[in-house]
């Protein structure tokens, strides 16, 4: 793939926050089509490093380009139509609809004064269906519980339809079906339309399944990354969660258990 | 699912109702002009008794509360996005305040109206940049920060007010505490806060569409294309201002800001885009309604305006709060 730009590049990438530093020196690039999964233990800088790959903090050192480009030199707007973000944690100050909430995902497709559109509305209504809440667009977000809302973040990201995925924790809140088909819909969008993702994951199983690659965050600013293979091993796992893991395989799957 | 058409619609209607209240008050008063007659000097502008009540005490007053109660609700608007919080209205980050005592200090020094108007304007834009500098300080700008640093500049100034108050001569206090409540008795030229209204309302509405998502959360708001340290500037330089000129024309009426919003948020949903319009003009509606049963209450004296749009405010609210939340989408 050299000569190819990479979708999302961090050259000598140094994150940190108050005073901590989560990774040092990192150089990472993601092409499209790749599935990247970040692990770590809770406060080891998954999500701060996943901002700063989204553009929205700034590193204490290095820098992140994507499609080429440094989000600076893009702006917000068109850095908006290649990548998406999905937070781990949203508040909702204002009640709103779910179709209207999925709506401002078209946000960055839309001139200044425009509306969205019979097609915007589609694309909208679709992402709702592929994240199984097409009935559900007219109730309140505030009456929706954990997974739909999780589920809703999904659709907006969706509808914006970016080239790079940056999710952080895309499956919380969700039941097994559900995680498993948003995983699913995820590594169809790497596979069918050469999208780049990103995406922190606590379930090291999963992430042996729906990524080709993983970087491991060990919070004390070491960071490894290698191909899935290499990378999801009990060795490294147990020494990442500091607990000792043990492998099962069986339909030429993997899972980690604790001992 | 919003549309320009559904926009449209509601925005007209609030624009009769606009008319409605203004014609309202200048039919209503100590002496009562009918609706043809009033029509009639509008267009004619005779040289009479009534037209020279139209044209010279209530036209002026009546464009003056209308773009007052818009500046007010529209800042309210703007604050509540930028503060994403519901309870914001446009005095608490101590815009008020800092106008409050400004007026004050003009009055109590014998200043005419025009002192007291600039001396009231000046104290707002100290207020102003007070917060902003001090929430601004170290460069990260949370809500929390910018709440609190507002909240205790309008407590500061609240408790200079009082001190005044309390110093000031007997003769002086009427005017004072008619100036604390909100008063458009002295509102006699509308031209500046009706181009302030304007101004305000040109500068935000190509933004609408990004304030909907930065009243969603900044990171999301940034993540979706909304260049946010720009915009949260913009919105609170505008909001300030807006809400400066409104207190320098009509002292600091209350209750406006913080209700008309949600109102209009009640009752239309909260798209920015259809919100802040119809914020102004409804808010503008309310004041120039409450205004003319201010004065026709127990004519010919006057009540403080203030004491009216809560009076009005209060069930309004109260009836679409309880009412089903369903039925108005």
């Given at each position: 793939m050299t000569g190819q730009i990479p979708l999302l590049e961090a050259r000598r990438l140094t994150v940190g926050i108050g005073g901590k530093t989560f990774c040092r020196d990192l150089d990472l690039a993601l092409q499209g089509g790749e599935r990247l999964a970040i692990l770590g233990r809770n406060g080891a800088g998954k999500s701060t490093l996943l901002s700063v790959l989204a553009g929205l903090r700034a590193p204490q050192s290095g820098e992140v380009l994507i499609d080429g480009a440094s989000y600076a030199a893009l702006g917000a707007r068109r850095s908006a139509l290649i990548r998406g973000w999905l937070p781990q944690v949203r508040g909702d100050a204002f009640a709103s609809t779910v179709l209207e909430t999925a709506l401002v995902g078209r946000h960055p497709h839309l001139a200044r004064w425009g509306w969205e559109s019979a097609n915007d509305a589609k694309i909208v209504r679709d992402a709702l269906a592929a994240v199984d809440l097409?009935?559900?667009?007219?109730?309140?977000?505030?009456?929706?519980s954990g997974g739909e809302r999780q589920r809703l973040a999904i659709a907006t990201l969706l509808a914006q339809a970016p080239r790079l995925f940056l999710l952080d924790?895309?499956?919380?809140?969700?039941d097994l079906k559900h995680q498993i088909a948003m995983l699913d819909l995820f590594a169809g969008a790497a596979r069918d339309c050469g999208a780049g993702v990103a995406m922190v994951l606590h379930e090291p199983a999963l992430a042996w399944r729906f990524c080709d690659r993983a970087l491991l965050i060990y919070g004390d600013g070491r960071c490894e990354i290698g191909s899935a293979a290499e990378m999801l091993t009990v060795e490294r796992l147990s020494a990442l969660y500091q607990y000792p893991l043990q492998a099962l395989e069986s339909n030429g799957r993997v899972s980690f258990i604790p001992r | 699912m919003p549309t320009r058409r559904r926009a449209l619609l509601i925005i007209s209607a609030l624009a009769l109702l606009a008319l409605a209240s203004m014609a309202l008050a200048l039919m209503v008063g100590s002496i009562n002009i009918p609706f043809h007659d009033v029509v009639a000097i509008l267009f004619a502008a005779p040289d009479s008794m009534p037209a020279e009540v139209v044209l010279s005490l209530r036209l002026p007053r009546a464009l003056s509360g209308f773009a007052c109660g818009g500046l007010l609700a529209l800042s309210g608007a703007l604050l509540q996005v930028l503060l994403r919080n519901p309870l914001a209205d446009p005095y608490v980050l101590g815009i008020s305040g800092g106008a409050g005592v400004g007026a004050l200090l003009a009055i109590l020094f014998g200043f005419g109206l025009i002192g007291v108007n600039g001396s009231a304007f000046l104290g707002a834009l100290g207020a102003m940049l007070l917060v902003f500098g001090l929430a601004h300080g170290d460069g990260s700008w949370t809500q929390t920060r910018l709440l609190l640093t507002g909240v205790i500049v309008a407590a500061g100034c609240g408790a200079a007010v009082a001190l005044m108050l309390s110093i000031a001569p007997d003769d002086k206090l009427r005017g004072m505490l008619f100036w604390l409540m909100g008063d458009l008795s002295q509102a006699n030229d509308p031209r500046l806060v009706l181009g302030v209204l304007v101004a305000a309302l040109l500068v935000c509405l190509p933004f609408a569409r990004e304030l909907n998502l930065l009243a969603r959360g900044a990171d999301m708001a940034q993540s979706l294309g909304v260049p946010v340290a720009p915009l949260r500037r913009g919105v609170y330089v505008v909001a300030s201002l807006a809400t400066a000129a409104a207190v320098t024309q009509a002292?600091?009426?209350?209750f406006v800001g913080l209700i008309v919003p949600h109102l209009v948020r009640l009752a239309v949903g909260n798209d920015q885009r259809l919100l802040l319009a119809a914020s102004a003009l409804a808010g503008g509606s309310l004041l120039v309604i409450a205004d003319t049963l201010a004065r026709a209450i127990i004519a010919p004296q006057q009540l403080p305006v203030g004491v009216l749009t809560a009076l009005i405010g209060v069930p309004v609210f109260l009836f679409l709060l309880t009412r089903d939340p369903q039925a108005g989408r």
């Open positions: 097409a009935d559900f667009e007219e109730r309140d977000i505030q009456t929706l924790e895309p499956i919380a809140h969700l | 002292g600091a009426i209350g």
